[in-house]
């Protein structure tokens, strides 16, 4: 089940984005207002609406720490906000003077990125706020961009129907007609996909456009093959045109808003509809989802934001920390902390935490004492909680071993594959699951959801040899000594 949990109603006019951090929910809306909400109760800022744009406003997001904001406007203009007072710290000017439609930090938030209707992209640096370099694309409006987690890449969708690729120092690398009538939002997913035998790292990437579909795409870049964007499937089950899409945390979900007022939450893997909400009046314009709770907002033409609980909250908690505990935690950024706290049950102490920057580092340097001289965190029995908390993180960080390569995985089953073999879809599947899949007379291939061409199905003797040898080096990496 998926429950409706607030609906905030402040605008005077359509929604037009929604974007969290860990801690806030923003909006922006066609009455040149951005709104700032409290996560934990949805309360609105003392300092909120942030007033400065002087026609509609079209996007907004925030950056990796939550410190920053960024909205973009139809006035040719994208505004760097301070979300600790709600303080204009930079007004960015597009250089051609056109309306920005779309805006984007990356990952470290070194770059923003600015989309404008008249086809022309800028990146900015952030800590200098000055402007970096700039491109165009030939056909349409900017109206969609996002960037891959490492920030090497980051793709932009234009009114066009194009969606082109980009590396870091704004150097086009491909673009490729995605929807006929016009792409009109794009997302990457922020957890990579492993290629197992190259080493190299892939992305998921989801787009939707005027055609009423949405598609995903797998996109690679490595030193043996170049650059590659691969088609994977398409998504159906909007009826009108599709406005928004963007990827849980974890990946495994995908949401999507649309002209037919509804929105739909996907199962990624699968491509299997989990959910649809029908609560909206008008358009759905924009869904975004938080780094660290079980939420979704979805924002309207019916000048509503409404916030929904999702119904998998506790899967994607368990897979989060598990991503989480992957990476060094002397990596950790401050976000990344925050969302850790929240998964352990010490939501309370997130503002503590972000007040203090505390990120990975300092984490690692906690210790009951300077969680009550340094953070003044007064109960005992909460400082202990944290640092039996943390101890436990090192023990289980020290005991994970190297993580499966997605492409071991059966699509069906999400298991690691002991006989794999290739369907006539082109991809590859534990030989059981797809028998089992296909004698339920389902003639459609499980990724795609198209017609099973044959029901032939083919041993996959290099991915098996790939996967064999994977499990001899796991066995003697895990080993006693």
Same mark, same amino acid.
């Not at 922006?28 to 309360?43: E, G, P, Q, T």
């Not at 980051?154 to 006929?180: I, P, Q």
């Not at 939501?347 to 340097?365: C, M, P, R, S």
């Not at 006989?419 to 599947?429: E, F, K, L, T």
């Given at each position: 089940?998926?429950?409706?949990?607030?609906?905030?109603?402040?605008?005077?006019?359509?929604?037009?984005?929604?974007?969290?951090?860990?801690?806030?929910?923003?909006?922006?809306?066609?009455?040149?207002?951005?709104?700032?909400?409290?996560?934990?109760?949805?309360?609105?800022?003392?300092?909120?609406?942030?007033?400065?744009?002087?026609?509609?406003?079209?996007?907004?997001?925030?950056?990796?720490?939550?410190?920053?904001?960024?909205?973009?406007?139809?006035?040719?203009?994208?505004?760097?906000?301070?979300?600790?007072?709600?303080?204009?710290?930079?007004?960015?000017?597009?250089?051609?003077?056109?309306?920005?439609?779309?805006?984007?930090?990356?990952?470290?938030?070194?770059?923003?990125?600015?989309?404008?209707?008249?086809?022309?992209?800028?990146?900015?640096?952030?800590?200098?706020?000055?402007?970096?370099?700039?491109?165009?694309?030939?056909?349409?409006?900017?109206?969609?961009?996002?960037?891959?987690?490492?920030?090497?890449?980051?793709?932009?969708?234009?009114?066009?129907?194009?969606?082109?690729?980009?590396?870091?120092?704004?150097?086009?690398?491909?673009?490729?007609?995605?929807?006929?009538?016009?792409?009109?939002?794009?997302?990457?997913?922020?957890?990579?996909?492993?290629?197992?035998?190259?080493?190299?790292?892939?992305?998921?990437?989801?787009?939707?456009?005027?055609?009423?579909?949405?598609?995903?795409?797998?996109?690679?870049?490595?030193?043996?093959?170049?650059?590659?964007?691969?088609?994977?499937?398409?998504?159906?089950?909007?009826?009108?045109? *599709?406005?928004? =899409? +963007?990827?849980?945390?974890?990946?495994?979900? !995908?949401? /999507? $808003? @649309?002209? #037919? %007022?509804?929105?739909? &939450?996907?199962?990624?893997?699968?491509?299997?509809?989990?959910?649809?909400?029908?609560?909206?009046?008008?358009? *759905?314009?924009? =869904? +975004?989802?938080?780094?660290?709770?079980?939420? !979704?907002? /979805? $924002? @309207?033409? #019916? %000048?509503?934001?409404? &916030?929904?609980?999702?119904?998998?909250?506790?899967?994607?908690?368990?897979?989060?920390?598990?991503?989480?505990?992957?990476?060094?935690?002397?990596?950790?950024?401050?976000?990344?902390?925050?969302?850790?706290? @929240?998964?352990?049950?010490?939501?309370?102490?997130?503002?503590?935490?972000?007040?203090?920057?505390?990120?990975?580092?300092?984490?690692?340097?906690?210790?009951?004492?300077?969680?009550?001289?340094?953070?003044?965190?007064?109960?005992?029995?909460?400082?202990?909680?944290?640092?039996?908390?943390?101890?436990?993180?090192?023990?289980?960080?020290?005991?994970?071993?190297?993580?499966?390569?997605?492409?071991?995985?059966?699509?069906?089953?999400?298991?690691?594959?002991?006989?794999?073999?290739?369907?006539?879809?082109?991809?590859?599947?534990?030989?059981?699951?797809?028998?089992?899949?296909?004698?339920?007379?389902?003639?459609?291939?499980?990724?795609?959801?198209?017609?099973?061409?044959?029901?032939?199905?083919?041993?996959?003797?290099?991915?098996?040899?790939?996967?064999?040898?994977?499990?001899?080096?796991?066995?003697?990496?895990?080993?006693?000594?």
């Amino acid at each position: 089940m998926v429950t409706l949990i607030h609906t905030l109603a402040d605008h005077s006019d359509d929604v037009n984005c929604c974007a969290f951090s860990s801690s806030y929910l923003a909006s922006c809306s066609m009455d040149k207002m951005v709104r700032i909400y409290s996560l934990s109760n949805f309360a609105e800022l003392p300092y909120s609406p942030l007033k400065g744009h002087t026609y509609a406003v079209h996007c907004c997001c925030f950056s990796s720490s939550g410190k920053l904001l960024a909205s973009c406007s139809t006035d040719g203009t994208t505004i760097l906000w301070n979300t600790q007072n709600g303080q204009k710290l930079a007004v960015l000017e597009q250089p051609s003077g056109s309306p920005v439609r779309v805006c984007k930090f990356s990952p470290e938030s070194a770059y923003l990125a600015s989309g404008a209707a008249d086809g022309t992209l800028v990146l900015w640096h952030v800590n200098s706020l000055k402007f970096y370099r700039s491109g165009s694309v030939k056909d349409g409006s900017l109206v969609a961009c996002s960037f891959s987690s490492d920030g090497n890449i980051f793709v932009t969708g234009s009114s066009g129907g194009d969606l082109t690729v980009w590396d870091n120092n704004m150097r086009c690398l491909y673009a490729e007609k995605a929807h006929d009538l016009g792409v009109t939002s794009c997302d990457f997913s922020s957890q990579p996909i492993t290629d197992g035998e190259h080493g190299s790292k892939s992305f998921r990437l989801a787009s939707c456009g005027q055609d009423n579909q949405v598609k995903l795409w797998v996109l690679s870049l490595n030193v043996i093959t170049g650059f590659e964007m691969k088609f994977k499937c398409t998504l159906s089950g909007h009826s009108a045109p *599709v406005l928004s =899409c +963007a990827f849980s945390y974890d990946g495994q979900v !995908l949401v /999507s $808003g @649309s002209v #037919d %007022k509804s929105v739909i &939450i996907y199962e990624t893997i699968t491509g299997n509809i989990l959910h649809i909400l029908s609560q909206h009046t008008r358009y *759905v314009t924009t =869904c +975004a989802l938080p780094p660290n709770l079980p939420l !979704l907002a /979805s $924002g @309207s033409m #019916d %000048k509503t934001v409404n &916030i929904w609980q999702l119904d998998h909250g506790t899967c994607v908690k368990e897979h989060r920390v598990e991503s989480r505990s992957r990476s060094n935690i002397e990596d950790w950024s401050e976000d990344e902390v925050s969302a850790w706290l @929240s998964a352990e049950g010490l939501t309370d102490l997130v503002h503590i935490f972000k007040v203090n920057n505390i990120d990975g580092k300092e984490l690692l340097n906690l210790t009951k004492e300077s969680l009550a001289n340094d953070l003044k965190i007064e109960s005992l029995g909460l400082r202990n909680k944290v640092v039996r908390k943390i101890e436990e993180l090192k023990i289980r960080l020290e005991s994970t071993s190297c993580s499966i390569p997605d492409e071991f995985l059966c699509p069906i089953t999400r298991e690691l594959m002991r006989d794999p073999v290739i369907a006539s879809d082109g991809y590859s599947y534990e030989r059981m699951a797809i028998e089992n899949w296909i004698s339920n007379k389902k003639r459609s291939s499980p990724m795609t959801n198209l017609p099973l061409q044959s029901l032939m199905l083919t041993p996959n003797r290099t991915l098996k040899m790939a996967i064999n040898r994977w499990f001899e080096i796991q066995e003697t990496f895990n080993k006693p000594t």
